[in-house]
């Protein structure tokens, strides 16, 4: 169990549409962290959520956003979707930014067609 | 801007054999350093992590990583590598004492090891 839910698991989307991913962080953290992992390749950084607010954003265009809620889940949202956003995306969860550690959820396995 | 080099895309290895894993980071400033490991079909669980003191780093299931600041380098070890050992190997580093401005991870490409019984 790693103590941070995704969901869901397995997606599949056509060009253009949208999606909307969702991420409960572990209890007791109240950082969400978004990542891409395309295939073959380590995760990249999207974007960081702390306190209901992006506070660092990775090299992703503003295609890709997110929200966190009071509870401190947190979804990602992706807008026209292109088939290279095909992709594995993992929600890291963390206390106070995660400078000392993350935990990293299963992910959501996302393919655009 | 931080970058991580592993040297193996692919590692292949016979049970009891040892192991060592590159990596090798570009970061100007004080960093800490992690390993991932991610089993078939599971999600990133951390090995180990270093912060700052010792630079021989202890973490679960045997491994070990020595951080050698003068090589910018964070190298996974392990004396007798088994079966069960068979996983994708994520090296990642973030910037440490960075006044909050900078919270991500940054990940090598990763190198999958296959340990043949």
């Known amino acids: 169990d790693a103590g941070v839910t995704q969901s869901p698991t397995h997606l599949i989307k056509t060009r253009g549409q949208q999606v909307t991913l969702r991420c409960s962080p572990k209890?007791?953290?109240?950082?969400v962290s978004w990542y891409q992992q395309a295939l073959g390749q380590g995760p990249q950084f999207i974007f960081q959520?702390?306190?209901?607010?992006?506070?660092q954003r990775g090299n992703f265009p503003d295609r890709f956003s997110g929200h966190q809620f009071p509870n401190y889940s947190s979804e990602l949202n992706v807008n026209a979707l292109l088939l290279g956003d095909s992709a594995l995306y993992l929600c890291?969860?963390?206390?106070?930014?995660?400078?000392?550690?993350?935990?990293f959820g299963s992910g959501t396995r996302l393919t655009v067609v | 801007a931080q970058s991580v080099s592993q040297h193996n895309h692919h590692v292949i290895l016979s049970e009891a054999a040892s192991l060592e894993l590159g990596c090798n980071y570009s970061?100007?400033?004080?960093?800490?350093l992690f390993w991932y490991v991610q089993y078939p079909g599971q999600h990133l669980q951390l090995l180990l992590k270093?912060?700052?003191?010792?630079?021989l780093v202890k973490g679960i299931k045997g491994f070990e990583a020595e951080f050698i600041k003068s090589k910018f380098s964070f190298n996974l070890r392990k004396p007798s590598v088994q079966w069960s050992d068979t996983a994708e190997y994520f090296c990642?580093?973030?910037?440490?004492?960075?006044?909050?401005?900078?919270?991500?991870?940054?990940f090598g490409k990763g190198t999958l090891l296959t340990v043949n019984p």
């Open positions: 970061y100007g400033g004080t960093v800490n």
């Open positions: 990642a580093v973030n910037a440490g004492n960075s006044g909050g401005s900078n919270y991500k991870l940054t």
């Open positions: 959520y702390y306190e209901e607010e992006e506070r």
């Open positions: 270093y912060f700052s003191g010792d630079p």
């Open positions: 890291a969860s963390s206390w106070r930014g995660g400078g000392y550690g993350y935990t």
């Open positions: 209890s007791g953290h109240d950082t």
